[in-house]
C-alpha cells in the first residue's frame, strides 16, 4: 500500500531557504492531488500549498505567496515544496497529503516534518 514519506525539515534562520520532500511511496501517484499543510503549536492545521497532478496547476495560500513554490519529480512520485525567506512565523510541522481519485479530499497523510525559523 502506497504510503506518504516526507524528508527536508530542520532548524534554520530567518531569511534562509529549504525545501521539503514528500515521496508517495509503494506505487506510482496518478490521483487528483498533492499538497502540503502545516501546524503550529497551539493552532489549526492550515492548508500551504497544493499542485494538481494531471496538469501541474499550483495554488499558494496567501501566507506563502511569493516565497514558497511546489514542484515535482513525476516519475519518482515526489512533490518538491521550496521555502524562500523563511519567517519565524513559518514555524511549524509540515505534513504532506494526497488526494487520490474517487476521494472527497486529502485523507492520506504524511508522518510530518519539523521547521523551526529562528529570528
Known amino acids: 500500500q502506497a504510503q506518504l514519506y516526507e524528508s527536508g525539515g530542520g532548524l534554520v534562520q530567518t531569511g534562509d531557504s529549504l525545501r521539503l520532500s514528500c515521496a508517495h511511496a509503494?506505487?506510482?501517484?496518478?490521483?487528483?492531488?498533492m499538497g502540503w499543510f502545516r501546524q503550529a503549536p497551539g493552532k489549526e492545521r492550515e492548508f500551504v500549498a497544493s499542485m494538481r497532478w494531471s496538469n501541474g496547476d499550483t495554488y499558494y495560500a496567501d501566507s506563502v505567496k511569493g516565497r514558497f513554490s511546489v514542484s515535482r519529480n513525476i516519475r519518482a512520485s515526489i512533490l518538491y515544496l521550496n521555502m524562500n525567506n523563511v519567517q519565524p512565523e513559518d514555524t511549524a510541522v509540515y505534513y504532506c497529503a494526497a488526494h487520490r481519485t474517487g476521494d472527497n479530499g486529502y485523507n492520506y497523510w504524511g508522518q510530518g516534518t519539523q521547521v523551526t525559523v529562528s529570528s
Open positions: 509503494g506505487q506510482p501517484f496518478s490521483g487528483v492531488a
